[in-house]
Nanobody
Framework: QVQLVESGGGLVQAGGSLRLSCAAS????????MGWFRQAPGKEREFVSV???????YYADSVKGRFTISRDNAKNTVYLQMNSLKPEDTAVYYC???????????????????WGQGTQLTVSS
């Protein structure tokens, strides 16, 4: 079992920056690829970024070049640095631990077995 707690959300103006954190407890954190997803009102949850257990990172096209994912295994924490924020980035952001054992693109929410409660990001124009 892995428990995940996100923090760092809030209200920011367009063009601003914010860093989300996700603290994990429970099973060995370093064994999991850790992802960030987001869900805007009325929309499906969508992939944002992932930091795989091997160190590879992937980003959704919509955030590439603006968001950076990182992790600190010593602190059991994964981060999402968000720069040049846009109103369309407004959503609840979730971190998740990837538990699927097959071939994966890491972009499908159903492949993640542990989720945090989410943190709200609102970007004003």
């Amino acid at each position: 079992q892995v428990q995940l707690v996100e923090s760092g959300g809030g209200l920011v103006q367009a063009g601003g920056s914010l860093r989300l954190s996700c603290a994990a407890s429970g099973r060995t954190f370093s064994n999991y690829a850790m992802g960030w997803f987001r869900q805007a009102p009325g929309k499906e949850r969508e992939f944002v970024s992932v930091f795989s257990w091997s160190g590879t990172t992937y980003y959704a096209d919509s955030v590439k070049g603006r968001f950076t994912i990182s992790r600190d295994n010593a602190k059991n924490t994964v981060y999402l640095q968000m720069n040049s924020l846009k109103p369309e980035d407004t959503a609840v952001y979730y971190c998740a631990a990837h538990t699927y054992s097959g071939i994966s693109s890491y972009t499908k929410a159903r492949e993640y077995g542990y989720w945090g409660q989410g943190t709200q990001l609102t970007v004003s124009s």
